[in-house]
């Protein structure tokens, strides 16, 4: 087997090395900020894992709090009881959405009327 060599000029040396020393700095910046890319999200991940913690925790202090509250039943002016802050659920039937519209209604038009 022949080898053959191909003569290039000092120009195309210069200009295949300058490409060749641009290619390993784009791999280096590359691998570089993957390292830091891993690393961000490693962080992230620990962050998430550690605010998931403390809301579950906030959760677990609010419900204990919400228990050692003392329940207030309110009144409506007619003196009929609304709702209870224990969250019973409400003796009413859920009003259809037309219902609940009429309401709404009477309900601006009273306002409108004082």
């Known amino acids: 087997m022949n080898s053959e060599h191909v003569r290039l000029s000092p ?12 290619s390993q700095l784009s ?12 690393r961000f999200r490693k ?9 998931k913690t403390k809301i579950e925790e906030t959760v677990t202090l609010i419900d204990i709090v919400d228990k050692l509250l003392p329940r207030v039943k309110m009144y409506d002016s007619k ?5 209870t802050l224990e969250g019973k659920e409400e003796t009413k039937e859920h009003l259809s959405m037309e219902s609940e519209l009429y309401s709404l209604k009477q309900r601006i038009a009273k306002l409108g009327n004082m």
């Open 79 to 83: 003196g009929i009881e609304e709702e």
């Open 27 to 38: 791999v280096l910046n590359f691998h570089k900020n993957l390292k830091e890319y891993k």
């Open 11 to 22: 120009r195309e040396r210069i200009f295949g090395e300058k490409n060749l020393l641009i």
């Open 43 to 51: 962080e992230e991940f620990l962050l998430k894992f550690a605010l």
